[in-house]
């Protein structure tokens, strides 16, 4: 069976973003028959929360909870928490070893995320590296493939160099992961820009219908459309990229005729991206409700999917400390 392995930092509640852009795919995935491994990347998260980390156990049964609301099945894919598995810190300090200062300076997100997180003193050696603990994660289940969108490619590119240099100096081990291109649709915030809590502009998965719709009503639109009767450009507007990830291209089409033609409102179209929307969350919310009322099983599941990614990654730890010559008895 071909394997899979991704994670989520957890820094907060998950939204619709976070939704439509991962973890949607991730239970395709699980659907589509892969062994699946998804972890909580909480030692990820310190290399932002470092300063005050007191949220971050929180959100992993937050995060864990929404999973399985959004339909991973704990029984089909292994979902587990990264600080429970030691083996992924001592495969990290090897691979910092042969891993060159400058392939981590070019990484194109240490400066976005740097400048993005001004507030944060980002210029730790945690944060430098945690490419370097990504390569880790991955290559110690010895994932096939990575589920990444376009914009992520140099990340795994990263990983796949690290594993090749390994193999060169120590002997095949690692095999290469290969990236899953999955679909990352534009997902827009309620003011515009990309949905991030840091913008307060979110969409959460535990979000009430009523909340929803109290987000999406004063959705920013076309600035052209002042009043109904003036015609609009559906590409320029927020909401139509909303509904380009989640209404049917024939309803997408009369949409985009009744913008150009005015001969829709705002409101309108907003509530059948509604429609669409709680078509998509209704479920999540239904399933959300059950697990929340017994979160001993949310800390059961992690507990357990923990035991066994331990179990297949110190087999990899095995095979790794033997090619680096390191004395084991
Ligand atoms: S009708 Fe829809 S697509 Fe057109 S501007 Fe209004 S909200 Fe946007």
Known sequence: MERILSGMRPTGQLHLGNYLGALKSWVDLQEEGYHCFYFIADWHALTTEYADPSQVAEYSMEIAL????????????????QSKVLEHAELHILLSMITPVSWLERNPTYKEIRQELKDKDLATYGFLGYPVLQAADILIYKAHYVPVGVDQLPHLELTREIARRFNH????????????????????????????????????????????????????TDTRRMRKTDPGEPE????????????????????????RRASIGCIECKRILYRHLMEQLDPIHERRGKFK???ERIMEVIIEGSKRAK???????????????????
């Not at 929404?66 to 928490?81: H, K, Q, T």
């Not at 915030?189 to 109290?214: F, H, T």
């Open 66 to 81: 929404d999973w399985m609301a959004a339909g991973l099945d704990p029984e089909r894919s292994v979902l587990f928490l």
């Open 169 to 220: 100096l120590y002997g095949p081990v690692f095999p290469e992961p290969k990236p899953k291109l999955t679909e990352s649709p534009k997902v827009p915030g309620v003011d515009g820009r990309k949905m991030s809590k840091s913008y307060n502009n979110a969409i959460y998965l535990s979000d009430s219908p009523e909340e929803v719709w109290e987000k999406i009503r004063p959705m920013v």
């Open 236 to 259: 320029d507007c927020p909401v139509f990229d909303l509904h380009k990830a989640l209404t049917p291209q024939d309803e997408r089409e009369e949409i985009i005729q009744g913008c």
């Open 311 to 329: 179990a297949e990654a110190s087999v990899t730890m095995e095979e790794v400390r033997r090619a680096v010559k390191l004395w084991h008895p």
């Open 293 to 295: 009322a017994h979160p």
